[in-house]
């Protein structure tokens, strides 16, 4: 068995403070580290001149735990165990470096005195006590009268035991114990029923995790069983532990131990010792959705309005201040009478009405909670209404000569409801989560894939589309020109290009294009066993790389063409031979070194000889071959390389991403707007008194990444998947 490693110079001092009793107790009274380092260090100079070696205060013998030094590892326990040897009566105490007060010059001869005497030794100190008093603070059931003596109350207990399997199964029990007993017996009880489970159980291999610190020390023999109440538990307990090959205790704090507590706390409140054992079942509910709520409404629509039985008067904030203005009169409860004296120095009557006087010494009218609600509709949305915000609405309100104490939260609120504030709310640019960028662990394993066009004007040929496709690792690039996009051609495409030169990659990337979404492209991908993903609408950042080699192609073409714009599909390979052959900041590298392990030799490098040319045209074919079998040994590498500069280009702009993150999440249920479609951030689409935003409708589905899928008040589904950056929460 296994313990973990305990501060056993802190648990003395600990040990010293509670139980010496006469002037060592008054020296060491208010003690808690930087004064205590000098004393010990006194002590220790002192044990040195009386030749006295610090040893160990517990002994590790065979078949027991002994404590070990700060630092080591917990110490392994075997089957055979014998009682527990805690204390060495031959030797001084030892203690840790305390922060202590400053003390004279002669008390601190009295205590390291007190320290040196070897009649003050740890065992005979925890022997005058029982062991309750070592951990009296984590025993609820506990009193202390002036004399500092412990006196544990027996009561009713329950216990709980959770076991959790390899495969992160849970196995949850509750017992109620038929008899009262204090903390620690309870405790000991959990532990043993624990104990009995798994033997019955076979379970060869355990780690028991507990809160005690009394009885995890005990059973790991830290810490001497002195109570004989507690004693038969112990030796119950060692038994039951040698029938368990391999057992390993830990203590963790209380606050990790929830589940287990509830057990316990429900066993102990629900159980009756007279009734038979309690069944409880804890079942999942979903909340009432928006959609639930209008659907009751329209079944069983309301007769009236509902009225609270709660009287006005009661609920009037004026009526306190009014009493004690009128007829002197107060509250009974003497803190809330204070305050109303000291509050209404900022009120007075006038012909029966209450006004406050505010800090700029005007007089405002004080309203009830329904003038208060008139007035705050009157203004934001009647007459003289502007649709204002509600700090603004609270200003105009104070101007007009009213006041409640509910002001600014009131015109928050109406504010935040009003239907017309929200639709035509302002575009929301940024970002609700952060990036999760896409990294290839290797060439060729996910690509993605876009439509370039329709082109104006189109080829000579008449090319009016390019369909291209990027690799997420190397960053090498197919495209080619087609007259239409249909499903035939995008298969052909990628059956020719991509899967009979590179191979059958892991995942592609393509947005939600028809072209791209049918039987026979669904067909294509299972029968290969191709993760085909498809980006949100309205969202290209999902497929940036695509979208990125896009506009670098389109740049390009359009600065290869001079005089006849209509020739740019025979532009389109050196534009493609162009972008291959160029270096990538993202890998450090050019997507050609990358594919082939060398760089590509270039039309000018032949016109003017460059240094590897001239090189490769002195050495012989067998020189140039070990060097091409050189460059393809490092390839590798220089693939390991490539993959390193790219996880750090992703993490630096994931990091700069990340800064205008404001997180905007919804969950599902709840009621959003989506800004109106077509969605164009950049630019207002239609007249100019039309809706920025448009709904509401509800979150049916949350997925991975920040995207939902929404449905309306009917439950049609109106779009595809949405990204959460197009979404605002809508107040009703």
Not at 143 to 164: M, N, Q, R, T
Not at 322 to 341: G, M, R
Not at 694 to 709: A, I, L, M, R, W
């Amino acid at each position: 068995m296994k313990c973990e490693p305990q501060l056993q110079e802190q648990h003395a001092i600990e040990i010293l403070l509670k139980n010496i009793h006469g002037p060592v107790a008054f020296l060491l009274k208010g003690f808690t580290i930087k004064t205590f380092e000098k004393l010990l260090n006194k002590a220790s100079s002192l044990q040195d001149s009386k030749k006295l070696k610090p040893q160990k205060v517990f002994e590790k013998k065979s078949g027991t735990v002994s404590a070990v030094d700060k630092g080591k590892q917990p110490i392994n326990v075997q089957a055979e165990r014998s009682p527990p040897q805690f204390y060495n009566q031959q030797q001084p105490a030892k203690l840790s470096i305390y922060d202590a007060l400053i003390l004279s010059k002669e008390l601190r001869e009295a205590l390291i005195k007190a320290l040196l005497d070897p009649n003050i030794c740890m065992a005979q100190l925890v022997a005058a006590q029982p062991d309750e008093a070592l951990c009296s603070r984590r025993v609820p059931e506990v009193s202390f009268s002036d004399e500092d003596i412990c006196l544990v109350i027996p009561g009713k207990a329950g216990i709980g035991l959770v076991f959790i399997t390899p495969e992160k199964g849970l196995l949850r029990y509750s017992y109620h114990l038929l008899e009262p007993c204090t903390n620690n017996e309870a405790e000991y009880e959990a532990l043993i029923t624990g104990l009995e489970l798994a033997i019955s159980m076979e379970i060869e291999e355990i780690k028991i995790f507990g809160d005690s610190q009394l009885i995890i020390n005990q059973v790991a023999g830290i810490y001497k069983v002195l109570k004989p109440k507690l004693l038969p538990y112990y030796q119950y307990t060692m038994k039951l532990l040698e029938q368990i090959p391999n057992v390993t205790l830990y203590r963790i704090p209380r606050g990790r131990n929830s589940m287990a507590d509830a057990l316990a706390k429900l066993a102990k409140e629900l159980a009756c010792i007279e009734e038979e054992p309690i069944s409880i079942e804890v079942q999942g509910r979903k909340i009432l959705s928006p959609i639930d709520l209008e659907y009751i409404n329209k079944i069983f629509p309301s007769k009236g309005e509902i009225v609270l039985a709660i009287d006005d008067e009661t609920v009037d904030w004026r009526k306190p201040f009014i009493d004690y203005l009128q007829e002197n009169k107060l509250p009974h409860e003497k803190s809330a009478a204070d305050q109303i004296k000291r509050r209404a120095l900022s009120y007075t009557l006038i012909n029966g009405t209450l006004y406050r006087r505010s800090f700029d010494q005007l007089w405002l009218r004080c309203l009830n909670k329904q003038e208060a609600q008139k007035i705050v509709t009157e203004v934001h949305a009647g007459l003289c209404g502007a649709h204002q915000s509600g700090p603004k609405m609270k200003m105009k309100i104070k101007r007009l000569g009213y006041y409640w104490p509910s002001m600014i939260n009131d015109c928050m609120s109406i504010a935040r409801r009003c239907h017309q504030c929200q639709v035509h709310g302002v575009v929301l640019h940024q970002p609700p989560n952060v990036l999760h960028p896409t990294i290839a662990s290797w060439p060729f394993e996910s690509w993605g894939t876009d439509i370039i066009g329709p082109i104006d004007p189109p080829s000579s040929k008449g090319h009016r589309f390019i369909l291209a496709a990027t690799d997420y690792f190397s960053k090498w690039a197919e495209a080619v020109p087609l007259r239409e996009v249909k499903t035939h051609n995008v298969l052909q495409f990628f059956r020719d290009h991509i899967v009979y030169r590179f191979g059958i990659p892991r995942r592609i990337i393509s947005d939600n294009g028809p072209s791209f979404k049918s039987t026979k492209l669904n067909n294509f991908a299972k029968r290969h066993n191709i993760d085909w993903r498809y980006s949100t609408s309205y969202y290209p950042q999902a497929n940036g790389l695509a979208e990125a080699f896009n506009k670098t192609l389109v740049g390009i073409l359009k600065k290869s063409l001079e005089d006849n714009k209509r020739q740019w599909h025979e532009k389109l390979g050196e534009a493609l031979w162009a972008y291959r052959t160029t270096y990538r900041t993202p890998t450090q590298s050019t997507p050609f070194a990358l594919v082939f392990g060398a760089e590509a030799v270039l039309p000018l490098e032949v016109q003017l000889p460059s240094l590897r040319v001239a090189v490769n045209n002195s050495i012989t074919s067998e020189q140039n071959a070990r060097l091409r079998l050189e460059e393809l040994e490092g390839l590798e590498e220089k693939r390991l390389q490539a993959q390193q500069n790219l996880e750090l280009y992703k993490s630096r702009m994931a990091q700069a991403h990340d800064k205008l993150v404001r997180p905007r999440t919804f969950r599902v249920g709840e009621l959003v707007l989506v800004l109106r479609r077509p969605i164009l951030t950049h630019r207002r689409f239609g007249g100019k008194f039309e809706p920025t935003w448009e709904g509401p409708f509800v979150v049916e589905k949350v997925y991975q990444g920040g995207s939902y899928q929404l449905v309306d008040c009917k439950g049609d589904r109106p779009m595809l998947p949405i990204n959460g950056r197009f979404l605002k929460k809508y107040y009703v």
